[in-house]
């Protein structure tokens, strides 16, 4: 059942076997794993189906230092399914490696291992739908040329690693049915958690409060799922300081809100290959019709070699479009340009974008103008793949501009300084303290780019396969000069990392808070370390795996929880208020 919280009776005191809080991917995998079990839940959702302006702004926080970090409300969405209502949809699986200690990496390993999460991606896979938890492309495309660059490939960098593509799933909107039509399962929508009490212990959370625009109540579980995202999972708990927990709760160690990281990423070098026939460069389709892509990986034993952290690159259009003569790109430029310009309410901000972006609109149009009516029915075939069911992740540039851009994305390392905190002076309107971002970075991360680069480089050199553009004193300086005004791309990881030691983790291999008998954490916010893959598949794996444990020690906790009175959904509609 779905229901607006705004609904239900001011005085409802409600209960459930378990309570998520977050209605995003994490906290949906959670209810969607949990319902066979016939376990009464309540998913709280935050914000409703629909973005609003109002929810927005509470995600809005502070930056330190200013301009270091993008606007808080940027990459983060207040609503039912979270940031997978606008994701891209890439989905990569963590390496081994990441979840090793490595000697070189402070701070490094997880308490278990790759093939401890890797069931968990096949259904991750299935909720992501993303098709098949194979991301080898020799398995996958055995008749398919082997690498991207025939003949490139060596025991420092392969491209045999796909990354695949979702639908994208929106989470909410592909899952509304079966919540919707689930006995055991109750989202309330509109329902924002303000804080999270342990009233007659420190070990038990008792409840949790709850707001709507107009309302409050009280909602009672044996287990609490936190699942609000990387930023909003700390600010939660820090904002929940009682008596028990003074500097909030799980944070005993000074760790909640710390090891915040992201990914490096960008486009720096350019190549232009003499040979354009034989690269593998487009998406390739699997027989479910997935969008999937080759991937150049820095190997485990390179990394080792170099001393540095993970990392992979693909081919995209390069930084600097002059002189690229490509329609169909600046058909996508002109008209991505144009749907921005037509969201922005301020007229003073399209007018300073316009200043911004004029040389180029105008450039890209005369390209449009002298050679793109050739092109009318290949932007068509590409605009019903972007309109499609299984929609195409994003237009290539021709294989033949005169140059490719090199995408890198690498790993960012934990480290404490780098972290997440909540205002002493500023709340939002529900009286929460806003958050405060101040992300950090060390010199293993910028070296982690340059020498992936440099690995790059050299092979590419010592191929001899055409030009490359690649100078590292530049990208040094380029990579210092993003990390100081960073855009994290929606990536907050590490917030309330795993551990088995509590004064290096808030939550344990099974995703609970240390010292906490009934509260887990679902979400990015969970990883140790970071890899280089886009976090939403492996969140979504940690979420199916917590689902199971949750499974298994339901029982001890409704044993304990006795006076719980678990509502049915007749029970809860009986608390639905009459006036709506
Ligand atoms: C533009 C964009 C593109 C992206 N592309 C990719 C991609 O290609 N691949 C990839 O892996 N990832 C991508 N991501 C990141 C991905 O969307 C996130 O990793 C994922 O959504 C995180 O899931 P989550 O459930 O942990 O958190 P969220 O999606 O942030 O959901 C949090 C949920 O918690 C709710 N909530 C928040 N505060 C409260 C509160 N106080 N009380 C109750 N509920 C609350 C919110 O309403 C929301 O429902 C992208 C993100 C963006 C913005």
Redesign the pocket.
Known sequence: MIIYANQLDESAFLEADVCI???????ISVALELQPTNKKIIL????TERETVANQD?NKGYVTPKGSHEPLEE??????????T??????IPFDPIDFEARDWIPYSGWPFSYHELEPYYSRAMELCKAGANNFNALEQFPNHAKEIFQGFDTEAIVSHKLERWSTPVNFARDYAEVLGNSENITVLLG????KINTETDKENVSSVSVVTRDKSFTIKAGQYVL????I?NPR?LLASKNQFHPQGIGNDHDVVGRYYMAHLNGTFAEVAPSNRKRILFDFETDNEGVYCRRRWWITDKAQEAKKIGNGIFFLQQAKNQDGHRDPLFSTVFVAKFVISVLKEKSFRKTKSRWLEEKDKIVDHTKVILKHGWKQVPVIYEIAKKRFSDRRLPFVLPSVKSKTLGLYFQTEHFPNPKSRITISDNQTDEFGMPRAVASITFSDLDVTTVVEAHKIFAERYSEANIGKIKFNASELLKFVEKNITSFNT???HLGTTRISNDPKLGVVDADCKVHGMNNLYV???SVFPTGGHA????T?VALSVRLAEHLKKAAATVNAENTNLHVLDQEELLNKVAVSH
């Open positions: 809080i977050g209605g995003g991917p994490a906290g709280l959702a935050g914000g509470l990459n983060r969405r207040r609503a039912f399914g979270g940031a997978s606008v994701w891209g949809g890439r989905c329902a924002h958690v303000t699942a609000c995202g990387g909003e939660i791309s929606a990536h679902a979400g990015s886009n976090p939403t598949l969140l």
